[in-house]
Nanobody
Framework: QVQLVESGGGSVQAGSSLRLSCAASGSTFSRHIMGWFRQAPGKEREFVAAIHWRDDITYYSDSVKGRFTISRENAKTAVSLQMNSLKPEDTAVYYC??????????????????WGQGTQVTVSS
């Protein structure tokens, strides 16, 4: 059974950093596109970042580009999201996602087959 488990969320002040981790099990995720999405209260789930299994090319939303970094770890069985210079508008539940069917990275949550349970990130001003 495929599982994605996130960790590393928390409550911090604006300008701080957090590192989220997503551990994958139950499948060989070396050929999966891995991504992070977030969902704030009352808003739709939105794309944050993704990394392609083939060449480790990374993709970011405009709102986090230059502040967040996605990377693979542990022989591609885990993915992390380093979040720097956090802002109150980054407050959301962050979800790890994975999919093996896509050829290119999608920014649409509906394209990802596997999801973690989410981890809360709260940034206060």
């Amino acid at each position: 059974q495929v599982q994605l488990v996130e960790s590393g969320g928390g409550s911090v002040q604006a300008g701080s950093s957090l590192r989220l981790s997503c551990a994958a099990s139950g499948s060989t995720f070396s050929r999966h596109i891995m991504g992070w999405f977030r969902q704030a209260p009352g808003k739709e789930r939105e794309f944050v970042a993704a990394i392609h299994w083939r060449d480790d090319i990374t993709y970011y939303s405009d709102s986090v580009k230059g502040r967040f970094t996605i990377s693979r770890e542990n022989a591609k069985t885990a993915v992390s999201l380093q979040m720097n210079s956090l802002k109150p508008e980054d407050t959301a539940v962050y979800y790890c996602a994975a999919d093996s069917r896509m050829i290119g990275v999608s920014r649409h949550s509906s394209e990802y087959a596997y999801w973690g349970q989410g981890t809360q990130v709260t940034v206060s001003s």
